[in-house]
């Protein structure tokens, strides 16, 4: 064969052959990336297949949960609907018994008013009957009968009620006076207290003149500070080796002088250290007006009393009336009302109870509005007195008309301890009561924190809250303080109002 005709077959066989391999190639990868989809194809459904069994469980665990947790819920509902049910009827049952309970008495009540109506048909039956036979015999008729023997009945009882009031008032007007003269006279000389007056001024004496400047200190301020603490009048003058305190309130001046002989033992005297004097002061006053309560009752001899109620009789201690002090006429007017109950033959104690409580009202009339009578009757029903003591409080100077006699005999002790004499003092109690009313006027403000009257009523100086009362309204304040004291109160001279704002900051190095 000619040699351009072989090359030309082997040429066609290679591409043929060629051809082939190329088909098998393709095929075989073909193949290749089917059986890698499937595969693929396969794990994905068998990884869908487990989520789904996963996600079937859970939803079969939570509706397991859901449906026990309604189980429960049906379970309290059923026990609590079970407990109404049982209370319902148990009430059904209370209210049936009472229902019966009523109607029994209803069917007494009837029959009681028929028996009733049977008297009241007999008892007219027979009055009809006498008044027929009185017509009769007398001769008169029923009206005529009537009126003759209400007449004759009118006349002779009238006679002698008469005469028994007439000899009833002779009798006793010559009895009473008598009885009621020894009766008092006996109390007045069975007890016998003393009288110490009170003053508006305490003296402390100095180790050395030298003390004054430190108790002035620096431009002041010592002094300042405490007259503003104590609301007392500090009064440093030529007299040697003594300092005057001067004030109204006996607890305040008590205050200061305790307060100023802590500092002069002390040494130290500057503003800090006169507040930490200040404040132990307060805590030992507040000891001793509870060992002055404690004191007063057992001097009176009674039991029971509640400490709170100790605690207000011993403020009494430092509060007078015309001069006398309140606690001491406290214990006086239980005595004599003892005494007057003894004679009288009432109980003892209750009148000692209602004598020695009698101003107990006057402890907190300050904080309270309303004479102290009254606070004094409100507080003891708060504690639980009986009827008579609180009587006794309300009574005893004629505010209330006294239901009982305690009262009458608790009136007439008070009056037997302010009447004897030397016990009051009006223009001592004439001042002190315009200082309080100065102090009274500066407190009913809105913003004051506290207020003190000093210098002899000359000066109020209010010390203000200064979160409430900025420096403008302070200035205001002042000027409605002083219109509202021309208004209400006559005075001599003038009064000077100090309106005090302070604001501090206090943090601690630690």
């Not at 180790?207 to 002094?223: C, F, M, Q, V, Y």
């Not at 007063?296 to 001069?323: C, M, N, Q, W």
């Not at 007195?385 to 006794?392: E, H, L, N, S």
């Amino acid at each position: 064969m000619p040699e351009p005709l072989v090359a030309g077959l082997v040429a066609l066989v290679a591409g043929l052959v060629g051809f082939g391999i190329a088909l098998l190639l393709r095929r075989a990868i073909a193949l290749s990336s089917e059986q890698t989809a499937r595969a693929n194809a396969d794990r994905l459904l068998a990884e869908a297949r487990d989520k789904q069994k996963g996600i079937i469980l859970e939803a079969k665990d939570e509706a397991l949960r859901i449906a026990k947790q309604r189980e429960s819920e049906d379970r309290e509902r059923r026990a609590e609907l079970q407990r109404y049910e049982a209370r319902l009827d148990k009430k059904d049952e209370q209210l049936d018994t009472k229902v019966e309970r009523v109607e029994a008495r209803d069917r007494r009540l009837g029959e009681k008013e028929k028996e009733l109506e049977a008297e009241r048909a007999e008892i007219a039956r027979l009055q009809d009957e006498q008044k027929a036979e009185l017509a009769r015999v007398a001769g008169l008729t029923q009206d005529e009968a009537r009126q003759v023997l209400l007449e004759q009945i009118e006349e002779e009882v009238r006679d002698a009620a008469n005469r028994r009031v007439r000899e009833i008032e002779q009798e006793y007007r010559e009895r009473s006076d008598d009885r009621a003269r020894d009766i008092i006279t006996m109390a007045l000389q069975r007890y016998a207290a003393d009288h110490t007056a009170e003053h508006t001024v305490t003296s402390v004496s100095l180790p050395s003149d030298d003390l004054k400047g430190r108790i002035i200190g620096r431009e002041g301020r010592n002094i300042r500070t405490l007259e503003q603490l104590t609301g007392v009048d500090v009064i440093i003058d030529d007299t040697p080796e003594t300092v005057v305190l001067s004030g109204f309130d006996p607890i305040r001046r008590e205050v200061a002088k305790r307060a100023l002989e802590r500092l002069l033992v002390d040494g130290r005297i500057h503003p800090a250290r006169i507040e930490e004097s200040v404040a132990k002061a307060r805590t030992e006053i507040d000891q001793t007006v509870r060992e002055a309560g404690e004191s007063a009752v057992y001097e009176v001899g009674i039991a029971g009393l509640h400490p709170d109620l100790v605690k207000l009789l011993g403020r009494l201690a430092f509060r007078t009336s015309y001069g006398q002090n309140v606690l001491r006429h406290s214990v006086e007017v239980a005595h004599v009302a003892g005494m007057l109950a003894a004679e009288t033959g009432y109980d003892v104690q209750t009148m000692k109870r209602a004598g020695l409580l009698h101003d107990i009202g006057k402890s907190i009339d300050h904080e309270v509005e309303g004479p102290h009578t009254l606070i004094g009757g409100e507080l003891l029903k708060r504690y639980g007195f009986p009827q008579a003591v609180i009587d006794g409080v309300v009574g005893h100077h004629g505010d209330v008309e006294p239901v009982t006699m305690v009262g009458t005999l608790i009136s007439a002790a008070d009056a037997i301890s302010a009447a004897r004499p030397g016990a009051r003092s009006e223009i001592v109690s004439n001042y002190i009561q315009r200082l309080q009313e100065l102090e009274a006027i500066a407190n009913g403000f809105q913003g004051v924190e506290r207020s003190y009257a000093i210098q002899a009523g000359r000066e109020v100086r209010v010390i203000v809250k200064p979160e409430e009362i900025d420096d403008l309204t302070a200035m205001r304040l002042a000027r409605d303080i002083s219109q509202r004291i021309q208004e209400q109160l006559q005075y001599p001279g003038q009064i000077k109002i100090t309106v005090i704002r302070e604001t501090r900051a206090v943090e601690y190095a630690k």
